[in-house]
């Protein structure tokens, strides 16, 4: 099976409320390893805030677009407006 | 410990994100337009200037020496600097205003266009040395392993010390060193000039105190040097 169609399958089958907890789980280890480095600035809590803490808070964000991009897919697009009716020619 | 308004930014919005998220786990609302909005603010937005600000905080502490001295192999470093009898140039500068708390930084700053991406990096190899090393060995087994990773630049005590003012090339051997000085073929910080900048962790400790020479230097003056 190709990445692509591999991808496409996850897409179609995911839950999205299991992808939502698992963002916010890791948005909350994020969180925590960032809001850390605010109050003790040794050199351990700043460079995990700003390795392994943004690295977390990214993969968090980037599973709530996943969520989005599922969304997407299965959203149905209408236009907004009815289609013109063919204007009548003037009888002259 | 002292924390910023930026830094009371910052945690606001960790806080919010947080009560956000954890509301979500607790309730599982069902994934609509408006809770998405919210889960928006809660993993993407807030998050993110929590980030950026912890990022601007985090620079800027690296610049002190809390930070430096965070390592234990620079305990002594620290100390030495802060030490008010002490007469290394280390502590000399960290007495001054312009250098203080920041000294560690200011002397080893990198001073070109790219000064400040070029000593971050060079920090990180600080890290991956006290890691890979350093971090096992205690004060007495580390102190005579360290060494700077490449040899100190005049430019940067030229940084103030412009070598053009007229108490500053008054002095015999500035005069007759002029040109190596400014081209760091003999460098300020080494014995037998003003002694090594942390004269502990040499072997042959020597500070302007001990070298004879220096005890006819006129004393500091801000201008003319």
């Known amino acids: ?92 | 410990m002292h924390v910023s308004p930026l830094s009371w930014i910052a945690l606001t919005c960790a806080v919010v994100a947080a009560v956000i998220m954890i509301y979500y786990l607790i309730y599982r609302p069902p994934l609509n337009g408006r809770v998405k909005a919210l889960m928006m603010l809660a993993v993407g937005v807030l998050p993110i200037m929590t980030a950026m600000i912890g990022n601007l905080e985090g620079l800027a502490a690296t610049e002190h020496q809390a930070f430096c001295g965070s390592c234990h192999t620079m305990d002594m470093h620290i100390a030495d600097a802060n030490d008010p009898d002490s007469l290394s140039l280390a502590a000399i500068h960290s007495r001054t205003i312009k250098f203080g708390d920041k000294s560690c930084y200011v002397c080893h700053k990198d001073y070109g266009m790219f000064g400040y991406a070029m000593t971050k990096l060079g920090g990180m190899g600080h890290v991956y040395m006290f890691l890979s090393e350093y971090a096992w060995y205690d004060m007495e087994e580390a102190l005579p392993k360290i060494h700077i990773a490449r040899p100190f630049k005049n430019d940067n005590c030229m940084q103030c010390h412009s070598t053009t003012g007229r108490i500053w090339n008054g002095v015999a051997d500035h005069n007759g060193l002029l040109e190596d000085l400014r081209t760091g073929t003999t460098s300020c910080a080494s014995a037998g000039c003003h002694g090594y900048a942390h004269p502990f962790s040499k072997p042959d400790e020597e500070t302007p105190s001990d070298a004879e020479a220096h005890t006819a230097l006129p004393a500091p003056s801000p201008e003319g040097t």
């Open chain 1, 1 to 92: 099976m190709s990445p692509k169609v591999r991808i496409e399958k996850f897409l179609d089958n995911a839950s999205r409320s299991r992808l939502m907890v698992y963002a916010c789980v890791l948005g909350l280890i994020g969180l925590a390893l960032m809001t850390w480095s605010l109050f003790d600035q040794g050199w351990i809590p700043v460079m995990a805030a700003m390795s392994v803490g943004q690295g977390i808070g990214t993969l968090s964000f980037a599973l709530f677009l996943v969520i989005v991009i599922i969304d997407l897919r299965k959203a149905e697009f209408r236009p907004s407006l009815p289609p013109r009716e063919p204007q009548k020619p003037e009888n002259d």
